[in-house]
């Protein structure tokens, strides 16, 4: 499920403030990363299944290893884990809907932290 229209995707911002903004929503980072990418997830365990937030983003400036860089953030995502294939995000899945609005409130204050030091 992609969370359109957030607003969050229109940000570019420092990779070292994004990292302590997602960890301070639960979102972390860990190896989800290469030199022109990151990933940061929140895992959620509920009697449905698991399932992840993720937002995504690219070097827009800098690598990503070098912890100086600027990250262009993309549309979030919603998926439910199936093991061992991996996270499915389709408009098949179902989703419940108080993880769903967890989710809005969650990336609606990650915009409002991002927005004061966004590029």
């Given amino acids: 499920m992609k969370f359109e229209n957030t607003g969050i995707e229109e940000f570019k911002a420092d990779i070292n403030r994004l990292d302590d903004v997602m960890q301070q ?3 972390v980072r860990a190896g989800q990363w290469d030199y022109e990418r990151v990933t940061y997830d929140k895992k959620f365990e509920l009697r449905e299944g698991v399932f992840y937030l993720r937002i995504q983003g690219y070097s827009v400036e800098g690598d990503v290893d070098t912890f100086k860089a600027v990250i262009q953030l993309m549309t979030p995502l919603l998926g439910k884990h199936y093991y061992p ?8 899945e179902t989703f419940p809907a108080s993880l ?14 991002i927005s004061k030091f966004a590029v």
Avoid: A, F
Avoid at 85 to 92: M, Q
Avoid at 100 to 113: A, R, T
């Fill in 25 to 27: 929503h639960g979102l």
């Fill in 85 to 92: 294939h991996g996270v499915e995000y389709g408009e098949g």
């Fill in 100 to 113: 769903v609005n967890q989710c809005k409130k969650i990336i609606e204050d990650i915009k409002n932290e």
